[in-house]
């Protein structure tokens, strides 16, 4: 018993099994941060995370704005070759020149969320284009940086996109937009909050590309009308929430026929019928000319 204690005395986390036990069982329940700590410990801990990033499925570091996180994003890029989701949202320290790299070695990206990362460029856009082709959701809110040629770019090689947000995205046009559209037709999330080129006739292309259309956010599109969201509840059958507060001209007229089977975000409006209103006594005036 004595030589078996001995023995084990020399064993360390690292002689169990990498492959099938470690990076299976005990690498998934392990943060990022803790991940990076565990790196710093030793030369073979450095070996064996690095290893183990080769096989990270997802990279989500959402608005963390942390200290020397770009640094660590490097070593991200340098080592991760398998991710299929990446949440970048409100990333403010990222650059083309850290987030190009990863993106140009993981192909197999199916999820990628960008909202609100203002210090890149549509060049991170040019491997998303051209090697995600597996992509089916796509998150660009408050990116002022794409570009009417960066959405046609991306309109010519994708065609699998399910999930598109392009809110606030104020360079952008109704003929990009519509094009995507022609050219996307397993669209089934669409927000296009806050964008100015928004009219009617967009709202006439998706209802006649974007059959599959589930959820719909025109908040802030100022410029539709009642008329355009008619052409949506006609030919959107699947049709399961629309977003259209703060637009001015959309009424109960179009949005009546809606409720029932779609979420709206606008109450409805009741207008009294005042020949139903009780008389309370006081003579009713009525007037000829």
Not at 102 to 125: A, E, G, V, W
Not at 272 to 288: A, E, H, K, Y
Request: hydrophobic fraction near 45%; charged fraction near 20%.
């Amino acid at each position: 018993m004595a030589d078996s204690d001995n023995d084990n005395d020399g064993l360390s986390l690292f002689d169990i099994v990498w492959e099938d036990v470690l990076y299976v069982k005990l690498f998934p329940l392990l943060s990022l941060k803790d991940l990076f700590n565990l790196r710093c410990c030793s030369r073979l801990a450095k070996t064996f995370v690095d290893n183990g990033f080769r096989r990270l499925p997802e990279i989500n570091l959402s608005g963390n704005n942390s200290s020397h996180l770009d640094l660590a994003f490097t070593v991200l890029a340098e080592n991760c070759r398998n991710v299929r989701v990446i949440n970048l949202a409100r990333c403010n320290w990222l650059q083309d020149s850290i987030l190009c790299p990863l993106l140009k070695y993981n192909h197999k990206l199916t999820k990628i969320n960008l909202s609100q990362c203002l210090n890149i460029t549509p060049r991170s856009m040019q491997p998303i284009i051209i090697g995600c082709k597996q992509l089916t959701t796509l998150k660009l809110s408050h990116c002022h940086w794409l570009t009417i040629g960066a959405m046609e770019a991306l309109t010519l090689h994708h065609t699998k996109i399910q999930e598109l947000d392009i809110s606030h995205c104020a360079a952008l046009n109704e003929r990009c937009i519509s094009v995507f559209l022609l050219n996307c037709r397993m669209l089934k999330t669409l927000s296009l909050s806050n964008v100015p080129a928004v009219t009617d006739n967009l709202l006439l292309a998706i209802a006649k590309h974007s059959k599959f259309i589930k959820n719909l956010n025109l908040v802030g599109c100022y410029l539709i009308t009642d008329r355009g969201v008619l052409a949506i509840s006609i030919c959107c059958k699947e049709l399961e929430s629309l977003m259209v507060r703060d637009c001015p001209h959309v009424t109960e007229r179009s949005l009546a026929v809606l409720r029932g089977r779609v979420f709206i975000d606008r109450p409805r409006v009741f207008q009294p019928d005042m020949n139903m209103v009780p008389n309370m006594g006081f003579p009713r005036l009525f007037l000829q000319v």
